[in-house]
């Protein structure tokens, strides 16, 4: 009990200062709300202030009205609140997106440095920041000895800019190139320094037809030149001896000579003038017994010797 010094009690003696909401931590006002900012002018109703008495909703981003240069205000500023009663740009504004950070849909490519083209919302478009895919109809001419790749308008570049890489492919050479059957590559060129007027090499530019042995004119000696030569034909720009000529027969190949004849003494050393040799070529008259002088002891020659082969 507070006893009062006189048979009136005073305020001073039965009355203290209520609290005010500066004796309040400000770590027990609730989420999204701040003490007073007049916390020590805030008297509270009882004893011990509370955070009925003393806490207020802390203000949010749609209390700033802008941001700094090259800043946006976050996306539904009023359901951010601020640490303080005054909001911050850190706490309300972010820093405007570039063109870097825009990935460009199909088709299209990204306008020449993203990184410096400032986007109007926090979300670039693709309108800020693409451009339609150029086609390889944009490259007017290729290199030297360069070709336009085939359907350049169906070719999407990567760029920008259309590259020679991108729309251009080397001139064939007629190295690629395997000749068909009776035609060889052209000679005294190298097939690789042949550039082709197309996209695909054509036999006439790179292959030459090969000749028959119709044109070998005559065959060395105890050669003949093959039967039907203008259906052979060579295996290059030259015929060979091989190729278009054939082994005249020997005299070895006769079994039986006329009679009265014989065949050549050493058969095979003679070469006949044609593809089946002859008796003519081939066999010689055989010798007569008028050409023997005399005969043995108690040996008479014969009758008609002459006639005697």
């Known amino acids: 009990s507070i006893f009062c010094r006189s048979w009136v009690c005073t305020n001073e003696e ?26 020590s002018s805030k008297y509270c109703p009882d004893r011990a202030c509370t955070a009925n008495d003393c806490c207020q909703p802390a203000p949010t981003c749609a209390t700033m009205s802008s ?41 299209t490519v990204p306008f020449l440095n993203p990184s410096s083209i400032l986007c109007r919302s926090q979300e670039c478009t693709a309108e800020e920041c693409c451009a339609p895919v150029l086609t390889c109809t944009t490259v007017a001419s290729c290199p030297k000895n360069f070709l336009h790749r085939p359907n350049p308008s169906s070719i999407s570049c990567r760029t920008r800019l259309c590259t020679n890489e991108e729309c251009c492919i080397p ?24 550039l082709c007027n197309g996209l695909e090499c054509t036999v006439e530019e790179c292959c030459t037809p090969v000749p028959t042995c119709a044109v070998v004119s005559f065959c ?27 082994e ?10 006329p009679t009265g004849k014989l065949l050549r003494r050493n058969p095979s050393s003679k070469h006949c003038h044609d593809r ?14 008028a050409a023997v002088t005399s005969c043995p002891t108690n040996k008479l020659p014969r009758p008609n010797l002459s006639g005697i082969t």
């Open 220 to 246: 060395p000696k105890n050669y003949l030149l093959r039967s039907n030569p203008s259906s052979i034909y060579c295996s290059s720009l030259a015929c060979t001896r091989d190729e278009c000529c054939v």
């Open 14 to 39: 039965c009355c203290v200062s209520a609290p005010t909401c500066a004796t309040l931590p400000a770590s027990s006002c609730p989420p999204d709300t701040l003490l007073l900012e007049d916390k």
């Open 248 to 257: 005249t027969p020997t005299c070895a190949t006769v079994t039986s000579c």
């Open 276 to 289: 089946v040799c002859t008796s003519e070529e081939c066999c010689v008259a055989a010798p007569t017994c």
């Open 171 to 194: 001139v064939p050479t007629c190295a690629a190139m395997t000749c068909p059957a009776k035609t060889v590559r052209r000679v005294n060129l190298n097939p690789s320094s042949i």
């Open 67 to 107: 941001c700094p240069r090259y800043h946006l205000q976050r996306s539904n500023p009023s359901s951010i609140f601020c640490r303080s009663w005054v909001c911050t740009s850190k706490e309300c504004c972010v820093p405007v997106p570039t063109c870097a950070t825009m990935t460009c849909p199909e088709k």
